[in-house]
């Protein structure tokens, strides 16, 4: 079997087992690692090579695959992540630092459940990242924290390892006096970031290695011994015994809720009909056999399929060529033509897919982002999108 033909197995039986489902977005001030993390995760979970990996191709070096004509879809990629024992369906949305952002996160933040905040070792928290962290509470998202370019701390800065820590729990309390700020209650229900218990990692995406106090107790590998070997530049050893992708989706798998737990709590959130209809009960347990309830979070054009709508599926299962309605459209009917997930970076084919996913229908003519889809003539739209562009207010 090829190892693409494994990976499409592999994918599939994933998702429909929503307990082994993160759906993740990675957001960051502008500058402070995001890209260069996304790709090295990738390619470190085997999803496309890793010599391509900071180069932002996304795409699998694979000639038949290149032949087939595949389109690379780089703001959506899935990856396959082994956990204690147990495999991981890892989706992540990517959230692009331009001008624009504001409303890509929003929309990314919709998605997803979890978010992994990146934050510069060197320059501390910028005003982009109380703007994302604001984001993703408000949506009910939870995060962890990466704390990015400690090699510069180390080599640039020059700081001894006393130091380095030091600098390291400021960044760790500043976000924290963030959360707290934000919103009081999601802080002492255990939102609250704390490196013993492992919401925090620390690293360099640049140099593929990271760490965090569950990992260090695992590999046996100390703060002392990174802080040394990166100091005497050994990058490639660091990334053998604490390896980016390992350390990084260890936390997310360990520490961001599943769909079913999410939903539970965001469907509260993000949708305000009566939460005792069917299509209210059935979000609120990521229930299969509910009716379909999808919120388009993005449409792309793909030169082979046409328009693409991207987005989470809260309730049912989408089908290859059944009806939905695009509320708000005067009860026309939609057909699904394709419907599919990522793998790596490619969209893939299948028959069906359930809630908890992040789902690449084609066939919603009427849709556009925003759109609530639904299986029934008529259900309450979910909260449309609203972005905050500036911090409404500043923790000192
Ligand atoms: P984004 O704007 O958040 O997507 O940031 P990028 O991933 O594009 O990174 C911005 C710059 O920082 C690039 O020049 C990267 O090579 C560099 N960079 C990213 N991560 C690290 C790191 O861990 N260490 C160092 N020294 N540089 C990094």
Redesign the pocket.
Known sequence: MTRRKKMVERVTELMDKPQRIRNIGIV?H????????SDNLLAGAGMISEELAGHQLFMDSDAEEQARGITIDASNVSMVHEYGGEEYLINMIDTP?HVDFGGDVTRAMRAVDGAVV?VDAVEGTMPQTETVLRQALKEGVKPVLFI?????LINEIKVDSTEMQIRLGRVIDKVNKLIKGMNEKMYNDGWKLDAAKGTVAF?????NWAVSVPYMKKSGVNFQEVYDRCRAGEMKALAKSSPLAEVLLDMVVKHLPDPIDAQDRRVHIIWHGDYESEVGKSMINCDPNGPIAMMVTDISFDPHAGEVATGRLFSGTLRRGGEVYISGTAGKSNRLQQVGIFMGPERIEVESLCAGNIAAVTGLRDAIVGSTVTSLMEMTPFESLQHYSEPVMTVA
Do not use: E
Request: hydrophobic share 35%; charged share 25%; proline share 0%.
């Open positions: 960051a502008i500058d402070h690692g995001k890209t260069t993390l630092g990146v990015n370019k400690v090699d510069r690293g360099s995406a640049l140099y």
